[in-house]
């Protein structure tokens, strides 16, 4: 028993054109929560108008003068976290330094003068790069000197600044030549 599926008639049962597809329902309207929104926005709408409208109505009243007992005042209450008083300070330390003299004691040995100072602040065997440096340090405003000096490594051309009276003057002139960009100078006690 062969069955030719290709030339069969088809049945008397009607078949939906859209397989798998639910039938569509009716939506219907929830009345009660719609109802219920209604009222609630109509209410609120009446709210308002009578309260804006109640404040141009009402007549202005004075409530009566009470006296009140003249009583000590309570006691107000500190925050626990507050911050207390800034102090006042006086200060008593400027009188004194006005009035105050310092003595100090300075050995003798500090006192004398090891003798002048002279600093050094290159040595060339050429007399062409000393000549430049002493320029270099005449645009800061000091002047130097070129000595010419035989050693036993033959000639040597220094650049020296000096003479300085104290230590302390010529520390002065060599940090002003190192902004300038000068480094490298010592300082000596003066060879005459």
Same mark, same amino acid.
């Given at each position: ?50 309260i ?27 925050? &626990?976290?507050?911050? &207390? &008083? ?39 065997r ?23 000096t ?13 003479p ?9 002139s ?19």
């Open positions: 028993m062969s069955r030719d599926y290709a030339n069969k008639k088809p049945s008397g049962k009607k078949r939906s054109s859209s397989r798998g597809k639910k039938p569509q329902q009716k939506r219907s309207i929830p009345y009660l929560p719609t109802l219920i929104v209604l009222l609630l926005v109509g209410g609120f709408g009446y709210f308002l108008w009578w804006s409208g109640s404040s141009d109505d009402a007549p202005a009243t004075t409530a009566p003068a009470v006296t009140v007992e003249q009583t000590k005042p309570k006691p107000v209450k500190k925050d &626990p976290n507050a911050l &207390p &008083p800034k102090p006042t300070e006086e200060w008593t330390y400027l009188e004194e330094l006005e009035n105050k003299s310092i003595d100090v004691e300075v050995p003798e040995d500090a006192l004398k003068s090891k003798g002048p100072y002279q600093m050094q602040c290159a040595s060339f050429k007399p062409e790069p000393a000549e430049e440096m002493k320029a270099m340090i005449a645009f800061q405003g000091m002047e130097a000197q070129v000595r010419a035989t050693g036993s490594s033959g000639v040597w051309h220094k650049v020296i600044l000096g300085f009276e104290s230590k302390r003057a010529a520390e002065r060599r940090h002003k030549l190192q902004r300038a960009g000068i480094n490298g100078c010592q300082i000596w006690l003066w060879e005459y």
